[in-house]
């Protein structure tokens, strides 16, 4: 399911509190965006049409929650990025953030205990 960056900021919201209404995530993007009420309703709509989020109405309002979880579109974001621009490797990735000194101390620390666990798993 793609994502666009503006969706996801809503997506955001949903996943930090559900259910909201359209109201409430106005207001909860009051301070990361400068997003009008029409605006954000419209991105609501984008995202329940691709099924992403789900619309329940009470009285006159409707309450938005997510469909999609964080960790499945966190899974589909990182495996569409590696295959666009690694082939698929992780490898390649991390020799990447090495080669321009984005590791840091802790990173590299947390990256030879994982390979150390796969080395022990059975």
Do not use: C
Not at 39 to 67: C, D, H, M, W
Not at 113 to 120: I, K, S, T, W, Y
């Amino acid at each position: 399911m793609a994502i666009s960056d503006a969706e996801a900021v809503v997506m955001d919201v949903l996943w930090e509190r559900s259910p909201q209404t359209a109201e409430d995530v106005v207001a909860a993007l009051a301070g990361r965006s400068d997003w009008a009420e029409p605006t954000v309703k419209t991105l609501l709509n984008r995202l329940l049409n691709k099924g992403a989020i789900q619309a329940t109405k009470e009285g006159r309002r409707y309450f938005y929650s997510p469909l999609l979880t964080r960790q499945a579109w966190v899974q589909q974001q990182s495996e569409g990025l590696l295959e666009r621009l690694f082939g698929g490797r992780v490898a390649p990735l991390v020799a990447h953030f090495s080669e321009r000194g984005k590791l840091s101390a802790q990173d590299i620390a947390d990256l030879k205990r994982l390979v150390q666990e796969l080395d022990d798993a059975p």
